[in-house]
């Protein structure tokens, strides 16, 4: 008999494997919901709680993508999930200015800026090079009596940085249950309870407010399509920052922000992936 607490893990054969076909796969998967994922090569190991696995979409998907060679399904045998991300968590150190750390990496010096998460099985990927971007920018931006949304919160990390920056609300919203709850306990955590909101939802939920700051690291074709609500959403001198994106994707949606009348501050790069930093 299997518990509510039995995951599959999808081990999906790249040929030939490559770390950003990977990350994409991992992006379109996330909607599925996978969870969390791995990368062994030749493999991207996806991995997701039994009840929710579906073939069909899990082929639909894949059948898209001449490097899949195949795939196979293992049931997991039970583990305290949240322990083994807790360990296999890198620590995350911007610019000697922020960290971001799970609670078994205590040997991670303190910063201005010291933010403990809980990773749980909503961080993803892993991959830190957008969240880092969108860190400095921030930074650069300021924070202090700011109303701020973060649009695909996550485990909230930028939400908390900017209440800790002195945003006067945040507003952090996921579409996924795990990422939602996981960004209430990690800001009450963190001590930002009082000034961070968390919902589950999508871009439908902005049209309650409007904001200074709109953070979105997520995927770009998300980008696209909620783009136009983003900017109906963002205060007039606003900014918005977006990352989880590739720089060959810049084109793109550089020219959906200026359709919309958003004019480019700057960008950045990272191992070849970017954030663009637009104003209203």
Known sequence: MFSSDDYLEVSIRLEPFSEEMAEILCAELSELPYDSFLNEEPFLKAYIPREMYNVQALKAVLSGYDCVAGFSVELMPQRNWNRSWEEEFKPIVVDGV?????????????????????????????????????????????MKGLSVLDMGCGTAILAILAAKMGARKVFAVDIDAVAARSAWGNARWNRVGTRVETACGDASLLQMATYDVILANIHRNILLDDMGTYERSLRRGGHLLMSGFYETDEPALLDRAMGLGLSLVGTSHREGWSCMEFRK
């Open 98 to 142: 922020v960290t971001i750390k799970a609670p078994l990496n205590g040997s991670v010096p303190r910063t201005r800026y010291n933010i403990w998460i809980d990773p749980q099985m909503a961080f993803g990927t892993g991959s830190h090079h957008t969240t880092y971007m969108m860190i400095q920018r921030m930074l650069g931006l300021g």
